[in-house]
């Protein structure tokens, strides 16, 4: 009896030291060679693999920027300049400061604002609804509210409002990795920058056709009047097809623009007080007068 | 103008769902339901009733509260398991031993991986065997009760056809066949006693096209050529075709269990082997494993297979080789 | 019983033929036609009209705008109103020129009589050119330029030219009444045809639900001089698929990828046909086409099978027909397996347009989506041989190599999965979006490999 024990016992140990024995002798003849500075990329990087970077997730990012010569292509908008700073320290490259960005939509037709006159029965997916025809609505270039955006989004940053049926980005939680950019097929989200303490001024509206056509189709709809190129002392719009674009680089967020637009296609978000359109025209009216004596 | 629905094509759909395909396979398994209430009276009856509430209990409670999804009860697939389940066990098992079946079958076997069209093992085997190798008295005890209509049932009370072969070898055994046991068999799970009424019901699925037939040919003929064989050569030893095929449930499991959607391959050609394999293991479990029946386990074993069969095999594609 | 149909897959829809005793009507003009730039497959066709032109039916108003493009003609009389875009009946701008009519006045050389020309001239250039000339596209479907799929490349030879009579979707009748009415103008078209492509074998296919239409073709042909079969085929969807078709007819299946000039095969319409026979006997472009008002919630009295002008809106139609029925819930252009939901009932009529279709909403609306059962039923419906529920869980694994490998690219996109589908997973709508992933990989692929042949080509003769 006890003979069968300790037979056992030895039996076992010698198999678990033979077994042992292989599996470091096959993990030896195939060790992989590979550059310890890749784990410490990995290491800093956010780890949400979302792909917003352009590469197939953070290892594929952390693998690209130690073999490149210098960070130029490697910008992971998620970590921002925090986690490309400590990147470059362990590369020993130097970074360029990158303005923190964040999505935002340009669609402001709300189910009050567009009436709908079809309904959709598919797979709720805003890309197949693209495919078939331009929408519930009688806006071609409005959000479709099937949520592709949503679906796309690993940082759970967007959600579909029932009441406007448009999708609403988190700030807080937005990366600005650009997944919903890429999925919206109507390309109606674009990163912009964040502004300072959050503040910017954007077109809600991508609809190219004439005035009255997109007045027709939804109310919030710019209608390429002009107005707020004419208004903007800052040469920060530029009107195109019949839709009006701020370039938030130039913009000043003096938000004369959106006091003066007719439709409220213009939003300013963020602004510690609500728009004073009365001192604004104003104001404008004043300058006009100054620049006419 | 009014608003009108805009969607891909196709525009119509045939008159099919889950739930219709679930109803016809409750339909076939019913005339088989019917003898075994008339063979086995309250007792069998109570043993289904049981079955199908706490199944669908079961499946309604966890879809509610744990996975706080909408309720698949409605496609009727929870009825078709607990029928299942029911037709497996003797005709005397006690309502506890049938609760606890449901709950493996319908908790463990289906809803833990992620409820219809999930699951890898068929839940009402699964439910099976759990109870097979937790209470084998119970579910060895072939007691016959007192049925509706009495068939002189007397010689045989106690152990099934198979458990026979034991007793009586394999030649007496096969004596025991008949033309009489098409009708009604003796002993054994509720649900096997009557040949008929089995094929009945997979004929008109077969017919409705609800399933297709190689899986179940291909386990018929497996298990006859294999019983041929082996009894060819040594009758003494080893049982007849005949016996074999309408013994110990291979009908039932062939018709109705091997035949799930779920846990079998999509393609013929899969289903052909997975019901050459199917009959395979049951006749080597049959003639030299320990038990006797064996139709479960192999069931079970091939639903192994499934996923790797889908993967090896795929029909044959327009204007491909 | 005929037996002879395609081999794989397949489903049988109930074939809801309800206009199917309904004569064929002469359509009135409306006030004002707009007829779309992007009426066929491949290039858009351009204006060659301005605005405030006084046009003729029949006249020229825009060129070819490619390779695979066709002409088109004015349908009617009248001035050219505008030249601008409108929504098609998806809702998308497409261009349009805007003709208000004016009388009824037709170009010259138009032969308007009905008198039947059975006498076909012998050069086939000519007759080509004059197919080309008046614009004629397939009617069944696709719209491709009908003289570009006559003019098979140099070292394909066409063994078999088949008429496509089968009219396979459901609720559908402009064939069959064609078939009926203009048998001996459809056959006289496909005369030409078996004679511009070189005298080939000729089958007219006509689905056995059908059988006035079988015996009209069969009793014509006797009268006739031509050797032109007529061939029952077993009812089954999508039989009027040009692959489907053909290995019905043939027992050849075109490859992945191929024409089906590769098996010898060339597929027409019966529709296509009779355009044939009006532009080369006639001299008349074509204008006119049969579209089917019909469905589910319309009453079979108020059915009908309408002679129009390409060019009319839908909605012209809709509203000489008696208006859109209580209860539709869906409107579709073609047929309810293959046809196009129509968002927008302005959208106007275009030379490939069959039908006005009311769905009810117990007959279209979809079921709620629920678990796959793995019951294969989609595979076994799928004419093309390909497994709907592996290509669905590819693409939302977003594997596009396995899409490839498993055939994606072959849809023909004929629903027969989702149709078939128990548990209303929507197979189709993502294995469309999976197909043109894919086609796209395989194009850019091709454009790759093409030109890196060339830069190696550049090299060597630089080398040289």
Same mark, same amino acid.
């Given at each position: 009896?006890?003979?069968?024990?300790?037979?056992?016992?030895?039996?076992?140990?010698?198999?678990?030291?033979?077994?042992?024995?292989?599996?470091?002798?096959?993990?030896?003849?195939?060790?992989?060679?590979?550059?310890?500075?890749?784990?410490?990329?990995?290491?800093?990087?956010?780890?949400?693999?979302?792909?917003?970077?352009?590469?197939?997730?953070?290892?594929?990012?952390?693998?690209?920027?130690?073999?490149?010569?210098?960070?130029?292509?490697?910008?992971?908008?998620?970590?921002?300049?925090?986690?490309?700073?400590?990147?470059?320290?362990?590369?020993?490259?130097?970074?360029?400061?990158?303005?923190?960005?964040?999505?935002?939509?340009?669609?402001?037709?709300?189910?009050?604002?567009?009436?709908?006159?079809?309904?959709?029965?598919?797979?709720?997916?805003?890309?197949?609804?693209?495919?078939?025809?331009?929408?519930?609505?009688?806006?071609?270039?409005?959000?479709?509210?099937?949520?592709?955006?949503?679906?796309?989004?690993?940082?759970?940053?967007?959600?579909? @409002?029932?009441?406007?049926?448009?999708?609403?980005?988190?700030?807080?939680? %937005?990366?600005? /990795? #650009?997944? &919903? =950019? $890429?999925? !919206?097929?109507?390309?109606?989200?674009?990163?912009?920058?964040?502004?300072?303490?959050?503040?910017?001024?954007?077109?809600?509206?991508?609809?190219? @056709?004439?005035?009255?056509?997109?007045?027709?189709?939804?109310?919030?709809? %710019?209608?390429? /009047? #002009?107005? &707020? =190129? $004419?208004? !903007?002392?800052?040469?920060?719009?530029?009107?195109?097809?019949?839709?009006?674009?701020?370039?938030?680089?130039?913009?000043?967020?003096?938000?004369?623009?959106?006091?003066?637009?007719?439709?409220?296609?213009?939003?300013?978000?963020?602004?510690?007080?609500?728009?004073?359109?009365?001192?604004?025209?104003?104001?404008?009216?004043?300058?006009?007068?100054?620049?006419?004596? | 103008?009014?608003?009108?629905?805009?969607?891909?094509?196709?525009?119509?759909?045939?008159?099919?769902?889950?739930?219709?395909?679930?109803?016809?396979?409750?339909?076939?398994?019913?005339?088989?339901?019917?003898?075994?209430?008339?063979?086995?009276?309250?007792?069998?009856?109570?043993?289904?009733?049981?079955?199908?509430?706490?199944?669908?209990?079961?499946?309604?409670?966890?879809?509610?509260?744990?996975?706080?999804?909408?309720?698949?009860?409605?496609?009727?697939?929870?009825?078709?398991?607990?029928?299942?389940?029911?037709?497996?066990?003797?005709?005397?098992?006690?309502?506890?031993?049938?609760?606890?079946?449901?709950?493996?079958?319908?908790?463990?076997?289906?809803?833990?991986?992620?409820?219809?069209?999930?699951?890898?093992?068929?839940?009402?085997?699964?439910?099976?065997?759990?109870?097979?190798?937790?209470?084998?008295?119970?579910?060895?005890?072939?007691?016959?009760?007192?049925?509706?209509?009495?068939?002189?049932?007397?010689?045989?009370?106690?152990?099934?056809?198979?458990?026979?072969?034991?007793?009586?070898?394999?030649?007496?055994?096969?004596?025991?066949?008949?033309?009489?046991?098409?009708?009604?068999?003796?002993?054994?799970?509720?649900?096997?006693?009557?040949?008929?009424?089995?094929?009945?019901?997979?004929?008109?699925?077969?017919?409705?096209?609800?399933?297709?037939?190689?899986?179940?040919?291909?386990?018929?003929?497996?298990?006859?050529?294999?019983?041929?064989?082996?009894?060819?050569?040594?009758?003494?030893?080893?049982?007849?075709?005949?016996?074999?095929?309408?013994?110990?449930?291979?009908?039932?499991?062939?018709?109705?269990?091997?035949?799930?959607?779920?846990?079998?391959?999509?393609?013929?050609?899969?289903?052909?082997?997975?019901?050459?394999?199917?009959?395979?293991?049951?006749?080597?479990?049959?003639?030299?494993?320990?038990?006797?029946?064996?139709?479960?386990?192999?069931?079970?074993?091939?639903?192994?297979?499934?996923?790797?069969?889908?993967?090896?095999?795929?029909?044959?594609?327009?204007?491909?080789? | 019983?005929?037996?002879?149909?395609?081999?794989?897959?397949?489903?049988?829809?109930?074939?809801?033929?309800?206009?199917?005793?309904?004569?064929?009507?002469?359509?009135?003009?409306?006030?004002?036609?707009?007829?779309?730039?992007?009426?066929?497959?491949?290039?858009?066709?351009?204006?060659?009209?301005?605005?405030?032109?006084?046009?003729?039916?029949?006249?020229?108003?825009?060129?070819?705008?490619?390779?695979?493009?066709?002409?088109?003609?004015?349908?009617?009389?009248?001035?050219?109103?505008?030249?601008?875009?409108?929504?098609?009946?998806?809702?998308?701008?497409?261009?349009?020129?805007?003709?208000?009519?004016?009388?009824?006045?037709?170009?010259?050389?138009?032969?308007?009589?009905?008198?039947?020309?059975?006498?076909?001239?012998?050069?086939?250039?000519?007759?080509?050119?004059?197919?080309?000339?008046?614009?004629?596209?397939?009617?069944?479907?696709?719209?491709?330029?009908?003289?570009?799929?006559?003019?098979?490349?140099?070292?394909?030879?066409?063994?078999?030219?088949?008429?496509?009579?089968?009219?396979?979707?459901?609720?559908?009748?402009?064939?069959?009444?064609?078939?009926?009415?203009?048998?001996?103008?459809?056959?006289?078209?496909?005369?030409?045809?078996?004679?511009?492509?070189?005298?080939?074998?000729?089958?007219?296919?006509?689905?056995?639900?059908?059988?006035?239409?079988?015996?009209?073709?069969?009793?014509?042909?006797?009268?006739?001089?031509?050797?032109?079969?007529?061939?029952?085929?077993?009812?089954?969807?999508?039989?009027?698929?040009?692959?489907?078709?053909?290995?019905?007819?043939?027992?050849?299946?075109?490859?992945?990828?191929?024409?089906?000039?590769?098996?010898?095969?060339?597929?027409?319409?019966?529709?296509?046909?009779?355009?044939?026979?009006?532009?080369?006997?006639?001299?008349?472009?074509?204008?006119?086409?049969?579209?089917?008002?019909?469905?589910?919630?319309?009453?079979?009295?108020?059915?009908?099978?309408?002679?129009?002008?390409?060019?009319?809106?839908?909605?012209?139609?809709?509203?000489?027909?008696?208006?859109?029925?209580?209860?539709?819930?869906?409107?579709?252009?073609?047929?309810?397996?293959?046809?196009?939901?129509?968002?927008?009932?302005?959208?106007?009529?275009?030379?490939?347009?069959?039908?006005?279709?009311?769905?009810?909403?117990?007959?279209?609306?979809?079921?709620?989506?629920?678990?796959?059962?793995?019951?294969?039923?989609?595979?076994?419906?799928?004419?093309?041989?390909?497994?709907?529920?592996?290509?669905?869980?590819?693409?939302?694994?977003?594997?596009?190599?396995?899409?490839?490998?498993?055939?994606?690219?072959?849809?023909?996109?004929?629903?027969?999965?989702?149709?078939?589908?128990?548990?209303?997973?929507?197979?189709?709508?993502?294995?469309?979006?999976?197909?043109?992933?894919?086609?796209?990989?395989?194009?850019?692929?091709?454009?790759?490999?093409?030109?890196?042949?060339?830069?190696?080509?550049?090299?060597?003769?630089?080398?040289?």
């Amino acid at each position: 009896m006890t003979s069968t024990i300790l037979w056992t016992i030895a039996i076992l140990a010698g198999l678990g030291f033979l077994l042992a024995l292989v599996l470091y002798l096959i993990a030896e003849r195939f060790k992989v060679v590979e550059d310890p500075r890749i784990d410490e990329v990995e290491k800093v990087m956010p780890g949400a693999n979302c792909g917003g970077c352009g590469f197939a997730g953070c290892r594929a990012f952390a693998d690209s920027a130690v073999k490149a010569p210098n960070l130029d292509g490697h910008y992971c908008p998620v970590g921002g300049s925090e986690v490309m700073k400590k990147v470059a320290d362990i590369l020993g490259f130097a970074v360029e400061e990158k303005a923190p960005q964040v999505a935002v939509l340009r669609c402001n037709g709300t189910c009050a604002a567009r009436p709908t006159v079809n309904y959709y029965d598919g797979v709720k997916s805003c890309k197949v609804k693209a495919a078939l025809y331009s929408g519930d609505t009688a806006c071609p270039f409005g959000c479709l509210g099937c949520g592709d955006c949503v679906e796309a989004c690993q940082f759970g940053a967007l959600h579909m @409002d029932p009441e406007t049926g448009l999708p609403v980005v988190d700030e807080e939680k %937005c990366t600005a /990795c #650009g997944a &919903c =950019v $890429k999925a !919206c097929p109507k390309a109606l989200l674009e990163l912009r920058n964040k502004g300072p303490r959050g503040m910017r001024e954007f077109v809600a509206c991508r609809n190219t @056709d004439k005035g009255p056509v997109a007045k027709k189709a939804c109310a919030n709809a %710019c209608i390429g /009047c #002009g107005i &707020c =190129v $004419k208004t !903007c002392t800052h040469e920060a719009i530029t009107m195109e097809n019949n839709i009006a674009y701020i370039d938030f680089a130039k913009c000043k967020l003096c938000r004369e623009c959106e006091a003066m637009c007719p439709t409220g296609a213009i939003h300013g978000v963020n602004f510690p007080k609500p728009l004073d359109k009365a001192a604004l025209k104003e104001r404008i009216a004043k300058r006009k007068e100054e620049s006419h004596e | 103008m009014d608003k009108h629905i805009v969607s891909p094509n196709p525009h119509i759909h045939a008159p099919v769902s889950t739930r219709s395909l679930m109803l016809d396979v409750i339909i076939a398994l019913c005339p088989a339901v019917v003898v075994s209430f008339l063979f086995y009276g309250w007792s069998e009856v109570m043993i289904m009733a049981v079955s199908i509430v706490s199944c669908v209990l079961l499946e309604w409670a966890i879809t509610k509260w744990m996975l706080k999804a909408p309720s698949t009860v409605g496609d009727l697939s929870a009825v078709v398991t607990a029928i299942l389940l029911a037709m497996n066990l003797p005709p005397v098992t006690p309502w506890w031993v049938v609760v606890i079946g449901a709950a493996v079958a319908i908790a463990v076997a289906k809803m833990s991986f992620g409820g219809i069209g999930q699951n890898i093992f068929n839940p009402a085997i699964t439910g099976r065997v759990f109870l097979l190798l937790s209470f084998p008295a119970i579910m060895t005890d072939w007691t016959l009760p007192q049925g509706f209509i009495n068939p002189h049932l007397d010689a045989f009370s106690g152990a099934t056809l198979l458990g026979q072969v034991n007793i009586l070898g394999a030649a007496q055994a096969d004596k025991l066949v008949g033309l009489q046991t098409l009708w009604h068999n003796i002993g054994g799970s509720a649900g096997e006693i009557s040949a008929i009424a089995l094929l009945a019901g997979w004929l008109y699925l077969v017919v409705r096209k609800v399933i297709r037939p190689w899986i179940t040919l291909s386990i018929f003929a497996t298990v006859a050529v294999i019983a041929a064989i082996f009894h060819l050569a040594d009758p003494e030893s080893f049982t007849g075709p005949l016996f074999n095929l309408l013994t110990g449930g291979v009908i039932l499991g062939a018709c109705f269990m091997a035949t799930d959607y779920v846990t079998s391959p999509m393609s013929n050609l899969g289903g052909v082997i997975f019901g050459f394999g199917i009959g395979l293991i049951v006749m080597m479990i049959r003639y030299f494993g320990s038990y006797p029946e064996g139709m479960s386990f192999a069931i079970l074993i091939m639903n192994m297979a499934v996923p790797l069969l889908n993967m090896a095999f795929h029909q044959r594609k327009f204007g491909r080789k | 019983m005929s037996k002879i149909t395609f081999k794989i897959g397949g489903v049988h829809p109930d074939d809801s033929k309800l206009s199917r005793g309904c004569a064929i009507e002469v359509l009135p003009l409306p006030e004002t036609v707009y007829v779309s730039m992007a009426q066929h497959l491949g290039a858009p066709a351009k204006p060659i009209v301005a605005v405030g032109d006084k046009v003729k039916a029949g006249q020229l108003i825009a060129e070819a705008g490619g390779f695979i493009s066709a002409v088109v003609h004015s349908p009617v009389s009248g001035t050219v109103k505008a030249i601008a875009p409108r929504a098609d009946l998806a809702g998308r701008p497409v261009m349009h020129v805007e003709i208000a009519v004016e009388g009824d006045e037709w170009a010259d050389g138009i032969d308007l009589s009905d008198t039947l020309v059975t006498e076909i001239p012998d050069d086939r250039a000519a007759m080509l050119k004059k197919i080309q000339d008046c614009g004629v596209v397939g009617l069944g479907g696709a719209t491709f330029p009908t003289h570009v799929k006559l003019n098979p490349a140099p070292g394909s030879v066409a063994e078999c030219l088949i008429l496509n009579g089968a009219e396979c979707e459901p609720y559908l009748t402009s064939d069959f009444r064609i078939l009926l009415e203009r048998t001996k103008e459809i056959i006289v078209g496909a005369a030409i045809m078996q004679k511009v492509l070189g005298g080939c074998r000729t089958v007219i296919a006509i689905e056995e639900n059908k059988p006035e239409a079988i015996k009209a073709v069969s009793d014509a042909l006797k009268e006739l001089p031509y050797k032109i079969e007529v061939l029952p085929l077993k009812k089954k969807y999508p039989q009027g698929g040009e692959k489907q078709l053909i290995a019905a007819v043939m027992g050849r299946e075109v490859g992945s990828g191929a024409l089906p000039i590769s098996v010898g095969a060339v597929v027409q319409n019966v529709a296509t046909s009779l355009a044939v026979y009006e532009a080369v006997q006639k001299n008349k472009p074509l204008l006119t086409n049969v579209l089917t008002v019909t469905g589910d919630c319309l009453p079979v009295e108020k059915q009908h099978n309408y002679l129009f002008r390409i060019g009319v809106p839908l909605s012209f139609i809709a509203e000489y027909a008696g208006g859109i029925p209580e209860g539709a819930a869906k409107l579709i252009s073609g047929g309810p397996m293959m046809g196009r939901a129509i968002a927008n009932l302005d959208a106007t009529t275009v030379k490939g347009s069959s039908s006005i279709l009311y769905l009810s909403e117990a007959a279209t609306k979809r079921n709620a989506q629920t678990a796959c059962i793995r019951c294969g039923r989609c595979s076994q419906a799928c004419p093309m041989g390909l497994e709907p529920h592996l290509l669905y869980r590819l693409y939302e694994a977003g594997d596009y190599d396995g899409l490839e490998a498993n055939a994606v690219q072959d849809c023909i996109e004929c629903g027969c999965c989702l149709y078939s589908c128990p548990a209303y997973v929507p197979l189709l709508d993502q294995i469309r979006q999976a197909k043109g992933a894919v086609l796209g990989i395989i194009r850019a692929r091709a454009a790759a490999a093409k030109a890196a042949a060339e830069a190696a080509k550049s090299n060597e003769s630089k080398n040289q």
